[in-house]
């Protein structure tokens, strides 16, 4: 008989919330007729270590708390701009249950919103919950924007964003299975070695890779469990497989769609059971490993059709992240684009001429980031000199055909402005937006250089200065 399986692990045990740090919150009472000194919840959340403080005439920044009578459409379009559209941490909190009938949470996590309560139980419980919330997401922000992170999965956007700030908590917080998907080239490696790399597990071994599509069938018992000497022809030692090395590690089976339906059903009592049997062997070895799994696949049509077990599906797809395609982020192109150029030609610091940041953000991108890392190559071979990289830099295969550039007004723009409307947004809202979005975009693609975005946006570092004051208030 085997021995008893290991257990697969799950969620670590959250902290209690007398062990929740001090965290400084906005809080603003949006509807309900109550001045925050006068808040009770205010009060406990005070009592509890998290330093509420009222709004100021500049608006939010960072994260905070928004308290509320009912659900409206006034508070779902403030959360919206508070929390930037989910990309800083707004918790709605409602005085009573019944302002969430209907699923009116729903409208407000559509918004942004981090999470939804209601005021149904005693303050101090309340406001520990709330604590352990923001410490939880506060120790999560701080692992996404550390250099681990930031120089080896690059982006910006709100789509990316999202993404790490899933990878970040079930690697730190969980040991559970997780399987990543996407498209070809989006970077399903990259976020299992950042995986395991956040991986907290005391005495943490290893990063074991096994590509599927490289498993010969009949040496697949080899490549997962392993050998003893004499156990078929050429066995002349013993050999360890995945599941052995990757033994207080991580083990990172690539292209896991790829796998025959035979191998599918040798592969799940090893990894519902942590046991395995060597080829040729007969004792029952013990194996304990956090299991990443990554295709390019829409697995749940596999297993529809009958092409992957279900069984196993549900073993190794206990969170599943989605790497979205380059283009659902293409705020991401110009910063991952100069990322490459660092990697390629160190100690320098690429600029770009707007003809070549154009195209950059026109060009499609069949194969993603790994596209547009060959092109940022083939760019950086050909640039000589100190200047920034010009037209004359890309080979002639990349240019536009005739002298036709592109408009950037293209369909999306247009459809973008069709939404606006149909949604009863007037002329002087969607100016104001636009020129907002221009300033955020290129003040983040320069870095916060000011003098380099104001340059690119034609006016003159004062007035860059003064519109952004605006925008804040």
């Known amino acids: 008989m085997p021995p008893a399986p290991a257990p697969l692990g799950g969620i670590h045990p959250p902290r209690s919330p007398a062990s929740v740090p001090s965290v400084r919150l906005w809080f603003h009472p949006f509807d309900t007729g109550v001045p925050f000194t006068a808040d009770a919840a205010a009060r406990e959340l005070a009592r509890a270590g998290l330093s509420p403080v009222p709004l100021d005439g500049d608006g939010p920044e960072g994260a905070g708390i928004v308290r509320f009578r009912e659900v409206s459409e006034g508070l779902c379009d403030w959360v919206r701009e508070a929390s930037r559209g989910g990309a800083r941490r707004v918790l709605a909190l409602a005085e009573s249950r019944a302002a969430l009938a209907g699923g009116a949470g729903w409208r407000l996590l559509e918004a942004g919103a981090a999470d939804v309560l209601a005021e149904d139980r005693a303050g101090a419980a309340l406001a520990g919950e709330v604590g352990a919330r923001f410490a939880r997401w506060a120790e999560v922000d701080r692992l996404v924007d550390s250099p681990l992170v930031q120089n080896h999965l690059v982006g910006r956007s709100p789509v990316w964003r999202s993404l790490l700030r899933q990878v970040v908590e079930v690697a730190a917080f969980t040991d559970a299975p997780v399987l990543v998907t996407g498209e070809s080239g989006t970077g399903k490696e990259l976020v299992a070695r950042l995986l395991h790399s956040l991986d907290r597990r005391a005495n943490k071994r ?27 022809t050429g066995a002349v030692g013993p050999r360890e497989g995945a599941f052995a090395l990757a033994d207080g590690g991580t083990l990172f089976l690539d292209e896991v769609g790829e796998l025959r339906p035979a191998l599918q059903a040798q592969l799940l009592r090893a990894v519902q059971e942590r046991t395995y049997k060597r080829v040729g062997g007969n004792s029952w070895l013990n194996t304990s490993f956090r299991l990443v799994c990554a295709t390019n696949r829409e697995l749940p049509d596999e297993v529809a059709r009958g092409a992957f077990r279900a069984d196993l599906y549900y073993r190794i797809a206990s969170v599943t992240c989605r790497v979205p395609p380059l283009r659902d982020r293409p705020e991401d192109v110009i ?9 390629l030609a160190p100690g320098t610091e690429p600029e770009l001429d707007d003809g070549v940041r154009e195209l950059l953000l026109r060009r499609a991108y069949p194969g993603n980031v790994r596209d547009l890392k060959q092109l940022a190559a083939r760019l950086v071979y050909r640039h000589v000199g100190p200047g920034p990289i010009t037209l004359g830099d890309l080979p002639e295969d990349e240019r536009p055909r005739g002298c036709e550039g592109g408009s950037w007004e293209d369909g999306s723009f247009e459809a973008s402005i069709r939404r606006a409307l149909a949604q009863g947004v007037g002329l002087k809202e969607i100016g104001r937006l636009a020129s907002e979005t221009a300033i955020r975009v290129v003040v983040a693609d320069e870095a916060g250089n000011l003098q380099r975005a104001a340059q690119r946006l034609g006016v003159t570092d004062r007035a860059l200065q003064l519109r952004k004051a605006q925008v804040r208030r």
């Open 206 to 232: 290893e990063l074991i890779i096994l590509d599927c599509t490289t498993v010969v069938p009949e040496l697949s018992g080899s490549e997962f469990f392993g050998h003893e000497r004499g156990a078929y």
């Open 335 to 343: 910063p991952l684009f100069l990322h490459f150029v660092r990697q």
